[in-house]
């Protein structure tokens, strides 16, 4: 049997490397990667030239330049233009190749910062966007209607199918664990254990505290990519419409930063008290997606927050 040529592109970041260990169990598949010093997805013509030659079937769109507040705030351009020139390459790459399917991942900060929550996929382009990671968001936007515009003008004509699925926070084995621009959970858990190892009586979190957001582990996610992938044409037409055809991807519950700081404190045994730096910004006061359309779709995650954390805290100590 012929086997299904995929590829991952970003296979060795925290999201690729979950697609890559989902998609190794399943059969009459051939996981096709490529490492960075060997093709740099910024360059156009060495993209194009990659998946004409490698006979590529399906993508996984999972490559990004991806960081927390401080990483969006000091480097804009960077996060804008990374994205575009990455996923602007790989899509019509795809197109110009007669690749039909691929997957693209957003980010749940596409949305407003202000949105009604949870948010619905519907919520998109209903309002200005949170401030600090602004660059990152217009470049997924331009992700999601990259692929709704190769639907609407070559779903008929060639067969075109490209998806995109919009997961929440994610954390998980390979995070960046690097605390100015690494995301809150791998900052928090590094924070909380280099602090336990020097008896620290207190260690500072930024901001109030007070935000919500909602987190999934990364497995939970790439299972939700692969399922996303693998529905019929059909099914997942019902759930999407032309000009808002993107999935949310979540776990459907969320915490304040103060209960997660806890939360992890506890996982890492820190014994310490946790301080607020009130001066740091908060971003946006909450970020719950709506993930009904998926569950609608057959799919919910299944691991919890304090067994995906003590997950990572052991993949931490290893690296």
């Known amino acids: 049997m012929t086997k ?3 590829f991952v592109a970003g296979h060795n970041g925290m999201v690729g490397s979950a697609l890559v ?3 190794q169990k399943k059969k009459n598949i051939k996981i096709i990667t490529v490492e960075k010093s060997k093709l740099d997805l910024v360059n156009q013509l060495d993209v194009f030239k990659f998946l004409k030659n490698k006979k590529i079937e399906q993508i996984y769109l999972a490559a990004a330049k991806v960081g927390g507040i401080y990483a969006n705030n000091t480097f804009p351009a960077e996060f804008i233009y990374n994205n575009l020139m990455i996923q602007t390459n790989i899509i019509h790459g795809a197109f110009l190749s007669g690749i039909k399917q691929l997957l693209f991942l957003g980010s749940s900060c596409i949305y407003p910062k202000y949105a009604k929550q949870p948010m619905k996929e519907e919520e998109l382009l209903t309002g200005k966007l949170e ?3 602004e660059p ?12 709704e515009s190769y639907n609407r003008q070559y779903g008929k004509s060639h ?4 998806r995109s699925v919009m997961p929440t926070n994610l954390y998980g084995p390979g995070d960046n664990f690097n605390q100015e621009i690494g995301h809150v959970i791998p900052s928090l858990i590094r924070r909380f254990h280099e602090a336990k190892i020097k008896k620290a009586k207190s260690t500072t979190v930024w901001g109030t505290g007070n935000p919500k957001r909602e987190f999934m582990y990364v497995d939970d996610m790439a299972s939700a990519c692969i399922h996303i992938m693998n529905l019929d044409k059909s099914t997942y037409q019902k759930q999407t419409s032309k000009i808002n055809s993107h999935i949310n991807a979540g776990s459907g519950q969320d915490l304040t930063i103060k209960e997660l700081a806890k939360t992890i404190k506890s996982v890492v045994g820190y014994k310490g008290k946790i301080k607020f730096d009130k001066t740091k910004p908060d971003g946006s006061p909450r970020k719950l997606i709506d993930s009904k359309r998926l569950n609608n779709l057959g799919w919910k995650p299944k691991v919890s927050l304090k067994d995906g954390l003590t997950r990572v805290y052991k993949d931490f100590l290893k690296s």
């Open 21 to 23: 260990r989902l998609l």
């Open 136 to 147: 990152y968001a217009i470049a997924k936007i331009a992700g999601i209607k990259f692929c």
């Open 131 to 133: 401030p600090t990671n």
């Open 159 to 162: 067969g075109i199918d490209f």
């Open 4 to 6: 299904t040529r995929i």
